[in-house]
């Protein structure tokens, strides 16, 4: 139930290499602001303390921008939100130690959020055209350092059935592309190429890992040696087969994240699946889940484009559900690299 009077949430989001700041008035989105720190790319990676030196730099003019953005000032605010982990710790202190200032000095609520429930809770924001998931429904949740499916039986009643034992699948992804000689970050040319290629044009071994778990350590390192044997037959293979392998190899991730979905479907009946993390940007795991409702009776949930990579509209919609049940922090709560579902 919505409360009588507007609730104005700032949300930070700072978990990783993105510094982002949204504005919300209850479940909808005012300003989403979102600044890319480009300096990585020279590393093939992101390197932690370049990271958190690029977020003191960054977090007040996208804070400014978002809340120009969402015509508001800040005495308006109800609110803060901010991502308490899981993260890059020095990351996670510039966004917490902000949100922690700003609520002390404007005298309101201060609200920390799990960075991967908020992923989930990307499919209650307010979006024209998306429908949202009841409960209870199943969270495949896929990004650059998680791969989990998810019970969700209310907003923060979620339990893992099934997740990595060792690489996230965005890593297989990055991981492909880095071994092709494609520029960091690599997963979005990995699926850029793999919609030009023929994902059967050469097979890779799927690994055999029981329940609802995933591995992926074993299908990168195959991966490698498939192509270090080739190059070393022929020095242009990756040249002339770039959109093929891309393909090929997407195809194999999708088919592995598939086969656990459909067991996760048949162990708990649960036919309402929505995907969350930065990894379900690709068109080809979009593309098969939408497939999948015609195919196996699914009722699929993908939110809104720009609420899948790490943003702090997610975290906002997550702490306007907090807000309502009052579940606020002191400012002595701190900051964590793991933190518990």
């Not at 504005?23 to 005012?30: A, I, S």
């Not at 429930?117 to 650059?144: N, R, V």
Request: with cysteine.
């Amino acid at each position: 139930m919505k409360p009588e009077n507007p609730v104005f949430i700032l949300a930070l989001e700072s978990s990783c290499d993105d510094t982002a700041a949204a504005v919300l008035q209850n479940d909808k989105v005012l300003s989403n602001v979102v600044a890319n720190q480009l300096i990585h790319q020279q590393y093939g990676g992101v390197v932690p303390e370049l990271a958190s030196r690029a977020h003191q730099q960054n977090i007040v003019p996208v804070v400014d921008a978002a809340l120009k953005k969402a015509n508001i000032n800040k005495e308006q605010l109800t609110a803060i939100g901010f991502t308490q982990g899981p993260g890059l710790m020095g990351s996670l202190l510039v966004g917490g130690s902000f949100a922690k200032s700003m609520s002390l000095a404007l005298g309101i609520p201060l609200i920390a959020i799990n960075h991967m429930q908020a992923h989930i809770l990307a499919h209650f924001i307010d979006e024209e055209g998306f429908d949202k998931p009841e409960f209870p429904f199943l969270a495949l949740t896929i990004s650059g350092g998680h791969t989990q499916i998810v019970k969700v039986n209310d907003y923060f009643d979620m339990e893992i059935i099934g997740e990595t034992t060792d690489d996230a699948v965005g890593e297989a992804f990055d991981k492909t592309a880095k071994i092709l000689g494609l520029p960091y970050p690599g997963g979005p040319l990995v699926d850029k190429h793999a919609q030009s290629g023929n994902p059967k044009a050469f097979t890779f071994t799927k690994p055999k890992v029981p329940g609802l778990d995933f591995s992926f350590s074993g299908l990168k390192t195959g991966i490698l040696y498939f192509i270090n044997d080739h190059v070393a037959k022929n020095p242009d293979f990756i040249t002339e087969n770039i959109d093929d392998i891309c393909a090929s190899v997407q195809h194999t991730i999708i088919d592995i994240l598939m086969d656990k979905l459909k067991m996760a479907v048949q162990q708990t009946g649960i036919t309402q699946i929505a995907i969350g993390g930065g990894v379900s940007a690709n068109s080809g795991i979009r593309k098969t889940l939408m497939e999948a409702e015609g195919k196996y009776g699914w009722k699929t949930f993908i939110p809104k484009f720009e609420y899948t990579t790490d943003n702090a509209a997610m975290i906002g919609i997550a702490a306007y559900h907090k807000f309502l049940t009052g579940d606020f922090e002191q400012a002595s709560v701190v900051s964590k690299a793991r933190i518990a579902f």
